[in-house]
């Protein structure tokens, strides 16, 4: 396994991600984006074996990693601008409510997942 610091390589590049999110500049800066996407990279390595998912020939990610790491850069820009990441805290009939966790993220990535036996 190998360690990251930083945005690891085979992943979309900023304006592949800014174009696939559809949040404009204005909205939400570069330097904002790009360390939402180390977040996110760094973040999905952390427990997967994301090295056997590229391609070697390529340099790119398998396309389940590259869509789980995607979801999880929306779900960073989702978050941003709310108070521990918590919806609804004004018109919510049963009071505020995190952010669901996005069963497609662990599906797509349930074949990269690392088993750890303690």
Not at 58 to 76: I, K, M, N, S, Y
Not at 92 to 113: K, M, W
Request: no cysteine.
């Amino acid at each position: 396994m190998t360690v990251y610091v930083g945005m690891p390589p085979g992943y979309p590049d900023l304006p592949t991600v800014r174009a696939y999110v559809r949040v404009p500049a204005t909205s939400l800066p570069d330097d904002d984006l790009d360390r939402m996407m180390i977040a996110a990279a760094t973040s999905q390595a952390d427990g997967r074996n994301i090295d056997r998912g590229l391609d070697t020939d390529t340099g790119e990610r398998a396309p389940a990693l590259v869509q789980a790491f995607l979801r999880r850069v929306q779900r960073q820009i989702a978050g941003k601008n709310l108070p521990l990441g918590m919806v609804g805290v004004e018109a919510s009939e049963y009071g505020p409510t995190g952010i669901a966790l996005d069963n497609l993220i662990y599906e797509l990535e349930r074949p990269y997942v690392m088993a750890v036996i303690g």
